[in-house]
């Protein structure tokens, strides 16, 4: 039998990082419609800049969510502010200066959600943090983006009162702030490049972290239940990344990667798909177990090495990025879909 590490705390922060990316929806909307407010030539270029960051961290989201391994419906409390907020905004109830206030305070929500998705992570599980590691870049471009909303603030807020422009001197302070910010943090994964999204490479590399860490977690565990639960972890996520590679990846790459190469990749997913079949029959009390389990770790390492060495290069020299980070929308897409037919779908009713 396959347990599921879809327990309650899980399954919460599921439902936040679904809130989060809703609300990052809204974000997007909402600077849309403040370009629409006649604003000047310098803080509507700014407000682009925020729309050119959010959108990518969008497809980050999504990428985070498809990592994580359980789709989920936002809040109906989140659900039911957005409408609201939405309403509000479009309306003409609030003042130019009232609504970036607004949006300052949603960018301020999105930054807690975030942070506090990342501290409960620790808490959960080491898989987790490397699921929802490219949050942290998210969490602190949202930050930046506060310090120069509250510079925005500062000019419409003495505008709205004298009709006079403010000491535009406050640029400089929202600068030496955005400094301190980004002087803090870093990724591996999207620092804070144009791209919208993952690339194909990024995109596996994240499954392969993600399914070492869950079989170091597996091994090191002497409880049955634990054992269980990690190896019903192990084979959905295992599940859901063989089949959307052999759906979207393989196919893409055997034209240039080569007929044998390539079904090589699809024999050996086909060997630890049995062995995933061979071991879900075992009892994790079983003495061979962990045995038959280190053997699938092996295994799968020999092939992620194959794909992270000679199939990337392959990619790197036959893709252009914006063709490799199509495939990684492609591939996310996918497993999407296997993760809905595979049942690590969670719905929230608070």
Not at 149 to 168: N, S
Not at 271 to 295: G, N, R, Y
Request: hydrophobic share 40%; net charge negative; no cysteine.
């Amino acid at each position: 039998m396959v347990a599921s590490l879809d327990d309650t705390k899980r399954n919460a922060i599921a439902v936040k990082l679904a809130s989060i990316k809703a609300l990052q929806e809204l974000v997007i909307e909402n600077e849309q419609l403040l370009l629409r407010e006649g604003l000047d030539a310098e803080i509507a270029d700014r407000i682009r800049n925020f729309i050119k960051d959010d959108e990518k961290n969008l497809g980050v989201l999504e990428t985070v969510i498809t990592q994580y391994g359980i789709q989920a419906e936002p809040k109906k409390n989140v659900t039911q502010f957005i409408e609201k907020a939405k309403e509000l905004f479009k309306g003409s109830e609030l003042s130019l200066y009232e609504k970036v206030s607004q949006h300052e305070l949603l960018k301020h929500q999105l930054v807690m959600s975030g942070l506090i998705v990342h501290k409960a992570a620790q808490k959960v599980g080491a898989d987790i943090m490397v699921a929802i590691a490219p949050l942290n870049t998210i969490n602190f471009e949202n930050r930046a983006h506060q310090e120069q909303l509250k510079g925005i603030l500062e000019i419409l807020g003495v505008r709205e009162l004298t009709g006079q422009d403010a000491d535009q001197g406050i640029w400089a302070r929202v600068q030496d702030a955005l400094a301190a910010v980004s002087g803090v943090v870093g990724s591996a994964v999207t620092q804070t490049s144009d791209k919208k999204d993952l690339n194909i490479q990024d995109a596996l590399r994240l499954d392969h972290n993600k399914v070492n860490t869950l079989f170091t977690e597996l091994l090191q565990s002497n409880n049955p239940q634990k054992i269980q639960e990690y190896f019903g972890q192990i084979y959905k996520d295992l599940t859901a990344h063989a089949e959307a590679e052999e759906e979207v990846v393989y196919p893409r790459v055997r034209s240039f990667y080569g007929q044998d190469n390539t079904q090589e990749l699809y024999d050996e997913q086909a060997h630890a798909k049995q062995a995933l079949e061979e071991i879900k029959a075992l009892s994790p009390s079983s003495p061979v177990f962990k045995d038959k389990v280190k053997q699938l770790m092996d295994a799968i390492g020999d092939h992620i090495r194959q794909e992270e060495t000679t199939m990337f290069a392959a990619i790197r020299n036959n893709l252009s990025t914006e063709q490799s980070e199509q495939l990684a929308s492609e591939f996310k897409a996918a497993k999407v879909r296997i993760q809905q037919r595979l049942g690590v779908v969670t719905e929230s009713n608070i």
